[in-house]
């Protein structure tokens, strides 16, 4: 099947999500964004649930991040030097994330991972690295094993990651303390990280179980290895304090990036202080970057953090959007006595055609009518409703939205559930 201009752009895309392959039919080609609206090249205009896979906390366009950014230029853009507002934003982001005592930034979340997961192997001195199916950390080599979001590396010979690289990953069950066990055994000594999505955003939404993030930080303990929290999407969509300020659970590392940047590329890995310091020139581990620390994502990330920090409302009016959204989505299935579990948190909802309770880990979400989603997908974009185009993603809510956007969305549900029927 061919995916938009494919004569150039290989697959028709720059991310596989985009190609719209996991609901067939033609990409989404969007021209422009506006608040909480996407528009396609004939100028029609769809109210955004995508919004960007995360980064768009605010919409596409809020002037506080967009106005006068030529300001933000007239000094250049990219020096190749360090300087005083990348300490100063080091020193804000710590305020809000403590365990993140040093830090260093870096241009995206597959990035600020990579990284993380080279330190501790450095700090370690081990090579074994836990992970679990339907947690998405980016598109380096060992992230995409078992990888939620839209990377597929089921075919290992074709994926391009080498046999050397997956003899050190083990691939776990999310909410499975049991799995992690079995598969440590015998080689507890080996392991140099737990890495995992504290709240899961790629595999559909799936929350963390009581006591399993605190038993995942027990078995780190217990080996003598690191626990790494990847932030890129829950830090400040939950808040100043991220998922760990939430679940009280405190990483050694940690990955941040999304929403930091106000949609443009920064973020970040840092954690404990005798960790980070085997990084390069204190210690021999290296890591660096052209567009790292660039003063123009800086002086963005600070005007995302002043957003954030002066308006504490837009917390509960997400919420309040979410759970109108959420509640709207469950009374249509009750209706229709249709057996699906609607998931809300805050700013995210989600729900899978898969009768019974929320998923809990990578095996629940894939038993997921995929034909169903993509029927109702293209249902909802015929009424002006854009969606992510893979059951993997959720539903992101913006400050944006408005109460109106919700009700037009969940009117366009009932109208689409009557043409894709039950
Ligand atoms: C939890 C998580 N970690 C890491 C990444 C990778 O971030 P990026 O796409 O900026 O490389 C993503 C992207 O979706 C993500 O959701």
């Not at 000094?75 to 710590?94: D, I, K, N, Y």
């Not at 081990?126 to 080599?141: S, T, V």
């Not at 759970?323 to 998931?343: E, H, K, Q």
Request: charged share 20%.
């Amino acid at each position: 099947m061919l995916f938009g201009n494919q004569d150039v752009l290989a697959g028709g895309c720059d991310s596989p999500v985009r190609s719209g392959w996991a609901v067939g039919g033609a990409p989404f080609v969007q021209t422009r964004g506006e608040g909480p609206y996407a528009y396609d090249e004939s100028g029609t205009r769809y109210i955004d649930y995508i919004m960007a896979y995360g980064p768009l906390l605010f919409g596409h366009t809020h002037p506080a991040l967009l106005g006068n950014l030529d300001e933000l230029a007239v000094g250049g853009v990219v020096w190749g030097s360090t300087h005083p507002e990348e300490v100063r934003l080091a020193q804000r982001v710590r305020t809000h994330l403590p365990s993140m005592e040093r830090l260093r930034f870096v241009t995206s979340g597959t990035e600020a991972v990579m990284s993380a997961i080279r330190v501790a192997r450095a700090y370690t001195q081990r090579p074994l690295i836990l992970k679990f199916a339907g947690n998405y950390h980016g598109h380096f080599d060992l992230a995409l094993l078992d990888a939620g979001a839209s990377a597929h590396t089921a075919d290992a010979a074709r994926s391009g990651i080498p046999a050397g690289v997956t003899a050190d990953v083990a691939v776990a069950r999310y909410n499975d303390l049991a799995s992690v066990d079995e598969l440590l055994h015998g080689r507890e000594r080996d392991l140099a990280a737990i890495i995992v999505e504290p709240i899961v955003g790629n595999m559909g939404y799936v929350t963390p179980v009581a006591h399993f993030l605190e038993g995942l930080r027990e078995r780190a303990d217990t080996h003598g290895a690191l626990l790494i929290f990847d932030e890129v999407i829950t830090w400040l969509r939950f808040g100043l304090r991220g998922a760990q300020g939430r679940a009280g659970v405190t990483p050694d590392l940690t990955a941040i990036g999304k929403i930091m940047g106000g949609g443009f590329p920064i973020a970040a890995f840092g954690g404990r202080a005798d960790v980070m310091r085997v990084l390069a020139p204190e210690g021999g581990t290296f890591t660096g970057g052209t567009h790292a620390g660039n003063p123009f994502c800086v002086a963005m990330a600070h005007r995302v953090l002043d957003l954030v920090e002066a308006h504490p409302e837009y917390y509960p009016y997400m919420e309040m959007l979410g759970t109108r959204l959420a509640d709207g989505i469950a009374s249509i299935f009750a209706r229709r006595d249709l057996p699906y579990a609607v998931v809300a948190h805050e700013s995210i909802v989600d729900f899978k055609f898969r009768p019974g309770p929320p998923a809990r880990n990578y095996d629940d979400a894939r038993a997921a009518d995929r034909q169903k989603y993509a029927a109702y997908y293209h249902a909802m974009r015929s009424h002006k409703i854009l969606l992510p185009p893979s059951q993997n993603e959720v539903m992101f809510v913006s400050t944006a939205h408005t109460v109106d956007d919700i009700d037009d969305t969940l009117e366009a549900m009932e109208r689409s559930l009557d043409v894709i029927g039950d």
